[in-house]
């Protein structure tokens, strides 16, 4: 039976028993522009084990699918703006000109006891601990210079543009128990010791 099934299956007895399903955890990924928060997000989600059940968050964006990068949902700013004048977003912030959001769907599977994984921003922690207190906070971070080569390598912005995205540095305080991850060298290296910090304590072998 696949990983779905069984989360199903068991959210089945639970809800015959009168039981709630558990509370999902919330992943919340930050770090600079050019730490390879989208790689090492890949990375981690090809080795991930089938027994826990998680879901990778899709943004939406004001930035046209032409440019590369994750692949989200790309809006016009005024349509962004509506979206979030519906209450479309459980989550949004605006950086380096760009508008950014997670829908409200892309968080229901916390509700069904999954593992959300959002690739999110350092100016928006604040915000999100007020309301999901609980989540896991991932600081994804690189040296200064493989920044910059990574910045000029994709080639999406202006000179300027990388320029204004290195210079960005908020006031960043990670809440206890946040893990830091450096990714300076093997992608997969930093994917295999996020997997295994996130995964401390949890059994899945053989599940």
């Known amino acids: 039976m696949s990983a779905t099934g069984r989360s199903g299956a068991s959210d089945a007895r639970r809800a015959a028993h009168g039981d709630a399903p558990p509370a999902g955890r919330l992943v919340y990924v930050v770090g600079p522009s050019g730490a390879g928060k989208d790689s090492v997000l890949g990375a981690l989600r090809a080795s991930w084990p ?39 977003f459980a989550q949004h912030w605006f950086a380096n000109g760009l508008g950014y959001g997670v829908r409200q769907s892309e968080l229901q599977p916390l509700a069904c006891g999954q593992w959300v994984f959002v690739n999110g921003s350092r100016g928006y922690l604040p915000q999100l601990l007020r309301r999901w207190s609980a989540a896991t906070v991932v600081h994804i971070g690189a040296a200064p210079e493989v920044l910059q080569q990574r ?55 053989g599940c």
């Open 50 to 88: 089938d027994c826990l059940v998680a879901h990778w968050a899709r943004r939406t964006i004001t930035r046209p699918e032409s440019a590369g990068g994750e692949r989200h949902e790309a809006v016009d700013a005024a349509a962004f703006e509506r979206l979030l004048a519906q209450g479309a």
């Open 151 to 205: 910045l000029q390598a994709r080639g999406r912005e202006t000179a300027a543009a990388q320029a204004a995205r290195l210079q960005r540095d908020p006031l960043l305080q990670l809440p206890a128990g946040s893990i830091c991850i450096q990714n300076d060298g093997a992608l997969q290296a930093a994917a295999d010791e996020l997997r295994a910090r996130l995964l401390g304590g949890y059994p899945t072998v």
